[in-house]
């Protein structure tokens, strides 16, 4: 059970992770001023983000399927 709710908090977290990448480009391609600052904040909490899933699913395999 605990393996399923780590796997659904999993899947919403990599949901909103695409979410905001795709906020990041519509920010950057924003016209006549795109926002470079905002986005590059935001893309830096997305490659954050994108750490913890990775280490998230690390522990999954390590911890649940030894």
């Given at each position: 059970?605990?393996?399923?709710?780590?796997?659904?908090?999993?899947?919403?977290?990599?949901?909103?992770?695409?979410?905001?990448?795709?906020?990041?480009?519509?920010?950057l391609s924003m016209?006549?001023?795109?926002?470079?600052?905002?986005?590059?904040?935001?893309?830096?909490?997305?490659?954050?983000?994108d750490y913890t899933?990775?280490l998230n699913n690390?522990?999954?395999?390590?911890?649940?399927?030894?």
């Amino acid at each position: 059970m605990a393996v399923h709710r780590f796997q659904i908090a999993s899947n919403k977290k990599a949901a909103l992770l695409k979410q905001n990448k795709r906020e990041i480009a519509s920010l950057l391609s924003m016209t006549p001023l795109p926002k470079e600052e905002k986005a590059r904040i935001r893309a830096e909490a997305v490659i954050r983000d994108d750490y913890t899933g990775k280490l998230n699913n690390a522990f999954l395999v390590i911890v649940f399927h030894s």
